[in-house]
């Protein structure tokens, strides 16, 4: 089995900072790419940010210069930089792994448990 494991989340202040960060742990072959969503209260889940095993980096206009996404491999852990915060950052942040078992194996999706980023005005 495979298990993504997130931590970091929490309360900051408007300007603050945070680091998220994401393991993923059990029978995995490669790892294509990991990423960060998030999901605000009455709002869908979006894509924050997404790093491949080749480091390419992709991040949404809205937290660029802010939000800095990075990986280590051979942890299999990303992390999530996030500063000057602001209120609606607030959301559930989910760690997103897309990954092979086996060297020959289809392309799974998995998803952490998710962690609260509560930033107050």
């Known amino acids: 089995q495979v298990q993504l494991v997130e931590s970091g989340g929490g309360l900051v202040q408007a300007g603050g900072s945070l680091r998220l960060s994401c393991a993923a742990s059990?029978?995995?072959?490669?790892?294509?790419?990991m990423g960060w969503y998030r999901q605000a209260p009455g709002k869908q889940r979006e894509l924050v940010a997404l790093?491949?095993?080749?480091?390419?980096?992709n991040t949404v206009d809205s937290v660029k210069g802010r939000f800095t996404i990075s990986s280590d491999n051979a942890k299999n852990t990303v992390y999530l930089q996030m500063n000057s915060l602001k209120p609606e950052d607030t959301a559930v942040y989910y760690c997103?792994?897309?990954?092979?078992?086996?060297?020959?194996?289809?392309?799974?999706?998995?998803w952490g448990q998710g962690t609260q980023v509560t930033v107050s005005s």
């Open positions: 059990g029978s995995i072959f490669s790892i294509n790419d």
């Open positions: 790093i491949t095993s080749g480091g390419s980096t």
């Open positions: 997103n792994a897309r990954l092979r078992k086996q060297k020959w194996g289809t392309v799974l999706d998995y």
